[in-house]
C-alpha cells in the first residue's frame, strides 16, 4: 500500500501540498513549481523461496543498517547465514534479522542469506539472490582554512574556519564543530564553524585543525593540519636600515669616508646579510639587531651634524691666524 503524505491535485495526480503544509525540511529539495515530491524508492516483488529485504531509503555513514532474510509466506526456518561479498558474518543461526548499530561505507558490498526451511523433511536450504547495498558518505573530512592568511602579522585578526559539505539529501542534518591546537582543545564542540584569534602573538603559532562531528557523534571526522606562523618582523625592519640618508646627510657622510669609515650603505648591508644568515632560526634576536643597526644609523647622523659645526667653528678662526703676521711686518 503506498500513501501520499498530502492531498492529491486533480489536474496533474501529484501530492500539491500549500507552502505552509511543508514541513519536513528534507523535502524542500524535491520542490518543483509549487508541487512537492517524496523521494523516490524501487519496488522490487520477487517470487522466491528466499529473500534479502534491505532498506528502500539511501543508507549514509551514521544510520543504523537493518536486513531481513524473509521465507516464502514466512516458513520457520533454521540456520540463518548472512554474507556480504561472500563471506559469512557470523555462525548460523535462527535470527533472521542482521543489523549494524551504525553503518560505515566500509559495510557496503552484495549482501545475501541463506537458511534451512524446517517442517519439510530433513530440511531444505536456499539461498537468497544477493543485494547490492552502498553506505553513501555524509560528509567528506573537513577543511581548515585562516583568514587573511596562514602567515598573518603580528596583532592581526586571525579567524579559522572549518568547512563541512553535507551530502545534498541530508542537508539538514546538525553538525558540531571543535577547534584544537597542537593536541589541545581551544573551543567546541559547538554549533559554530569559526574560531577567532583576536590578536594573533607568536604564541598563537602552531599546528591547528577542527573536528566535525554529528550530534549522536556517530559520525567524527577531522581536518588535515594547518600550520599558523607569524610573519617575520625582519621583512618590515630591514627597509629601515637600508634606505638612503636624507640629502642634508651627505655632507657628514662625505666627512666620515675620508677618516676612512665604512660606508653606511656597505656596513647595513653586510650587517643585514650576516644577521639574517646567523640569526634566521631567531626571529626575535633578529628584530633587535635590525633596531641596533637603526641606532647606529642615527649615531653617524649625530655626528655628522658634530663634524658640520666643528667645520664652521675652524673656517670662522682661520681668518684672525692670517692677519697677525701681516701686523707683524
Known amino acids: 500500500m503506498l500513501q501520499c503524505g498530502h492531498p492529491v491535485s486533480t489536474q496533474d495526480s501529484r501530492c500539491a501540498p500549500q507552502k505552509d503544509d511543508l514541513k519536513n525540511?528534507?523535502?524542500?529539495d524535491f520542490q518543483i513549481k509549487g508541487y512537492t515530491f517524496s523521494e523516490p524508492f524501487h519496488l522490487i516483488v520477487s517470487y522466491d523461496w528466499l529473500i534479502l529485504q534491505a532498506p528502500s531509503r539511501p543508507i549514509f555513514e551514521g544510520d543504523p543498517l537493518v536486513l531481513h532474510c524473509r521465507a516464502w509466506q514466512d516458513w520457520p526456518l533454521a540456520q540463518v547465514t548472512f554474507f556480504r561479498n561472500g563471506q559469512a558474518l557470523g555462525p548460523p543461526g535462527t535470527s533472521r534479522e542482521f543489523s549494524r548499530a551504525v553503518a560505515?561505507?566500509?559495510d557496503s558490498g552484495h549482501y545475501h542469506c541463506r537458511g534451512?526451511?524446517?517442517?519439510?523433511?530433513?530440511?531444505?536450504?536456499?539461498t537468497a539472490s544477493p543485494v547490492a547495498i552502498t553506505v553513501q558518505e555524509l560528509f567528506a573530512a573537513p577543511v581548515l582554512r585562516a583568514t587573511p592568511s596562514a602567515q598573518p602579522q603580528e596583532g592581526d585578526l586571525v579567524t579559522l574556519s572549518c568547512l563541512a559539505?553535507?551530502?545534498?539529501?541530508?542537508?539538514?542534518?546538525?553538525?558540531?564543530?571543535?577547534?584544537?591546537?597542537?593536541?589541545v582543545t581551544l573551543l567546541g564542540p559547538g554549533p559554530s564553524a569559526q574560531f577567532q584569534i583576536p590578536s594573533v602573538t607568536r604564541l598563537h603559532a602552531g599546528a591547528y585543525w577542527?573536528?566535525?562531528?554529528?550530534?549522536d557523534s556517530h559520525v567524527q571526522k577531522q581536518s588535515p593540519r594547518l600550520e599558523l606562523r607569524l610573519q617575520d618582523p625582519s621583512s618590515t625592519i630591514?627597509?629601515?636600515?637600508?634606505?638612503?640618508?636624507?640629502?642634508?646627510?651627505?655632507?657628514?657622510?662625505?666627512?666620515?669616508?675620508?677618516?676612512?669609515?665604512?660606508?653606511p650603505s656597505a656596513t647595513s648591508s653586510e650587517d643585514s646579510g650576516?644577521?639574517?644568515?646567523?640569526?634566521r632560526s631567531d626571529p626575535f634576536l633578529h628584530h633587535q639587531?635590525?633596531?641596533?643597526?637603526?641606532?647606529?644609523?642615527?649615531?653617524?647622523?649625530?655626528?655628522?651634524?658634530?663634524v658640520m659645526e666643528l667645520r664652521d667653528l675652524s673656517s670662522h678662526q682661520k681668518p684672525r691666524t692670517t692677519k697677525d703676521p701681516s701686523k707683524k711686518k
Open 116 to 126: 534451512v526451511f524446517r517442517n519439510l523433511g530433513p530440511g531444505s536450504p536456499e
Open 289 to 306: 639587531m635590525g633596531v641596533l643597526l637603526k641606532q647606529v644609523q642615527d649615531v653617524k647622523t649625530l655626528l655628522g651634524y658634530l
Open 104 to 106: 560505515r561505507e566500509g
Open 25 to 28: 525540511p528534507e523535502e524542500a
Open 210 to 215: 577542527c573536528e566535525v562531528a554529528t550530534e
Open 238 to 263: 630591514a627597509p629601515l636600515s637600508m634606505n638612503p640618508t636624507p640629502q642634508k646627510m651627505a655632507a657628514p657622510e662625505t666627512a666620515h669616508t675620508d677618516s676612512q669609515d665604512p660606508p
Open 165 to 183: 559539505k553535507l551530502a545534498l539529501q541530508r542537508s539538514t542534518t546538525r553538525l558540531l564543530f571543535s577547534f584544537h591546537r597542537n593536541g
Open 274 to 279: 650576516s644577521s639574517s644568515s646567523q640569526f
